[in-house]
Nanobody
Framework: QVQLVESGGALVQPGGSLRLSCVVS????????VSWYRQAPGKQRVTVAT???????IYADSVRGRFTISRDDAKDTVFLQMSSLKPDDTALYYC????????WGQGTQVTVSS
């Protein structure tokens, strides 16, 4: 069974940067798409960014130009580099495989506040 473990979240000031990591275990996710999602308090979970097996990427309008998704298949890890963070980026961040969702991990909390 696929297990997803997110890490790297923290409290950061507006304008700051963070790098989130997602380790995928229990399945060969090489060449499979992986997405980052986020869920703010009282709101639905939304897709933030997706990286396909060929390395192509898709971003939500709200993060395009500020966030970068990447992957290291040798380490079964997907990253989300976040910069120019805003208070609206505050949320619990998750990763998952968008084609055939796996059980959700616990997520990692990102809080952007001065």
């Amino acid at each position: 069974q696929v297990q997803l473990v997110e890490s790297g979240g923290a409290l950061v000031q507006p304008g700051g940067s963070l790098r989130l990591s997602c380790v995928v275990s229990g399945s060969d996710f090489t060449f499979k798409p992986v997405s980052w999602y986020r869920q703010a308090p009282g709101k639905q979970r939304v897709t933030v960014a997706t990286i396909n097996g060929d390395g192509t990427t898709i971003y939500a309008d709200s993060v395009r130009g500020r966030f970068t998704i990447s992957r290291d298949d040798a380490k079964d890890t997907v990253f989300l580099q976040m910069s120019s963070l805003k208070p609206d980026d505050t949320a619990l961040y998750y990763c998952n495989t968008p084609v055939n969702l796996s059980p959700w991990g616990q997520g990692t909390q990102v809080t952007v506040s001065s």
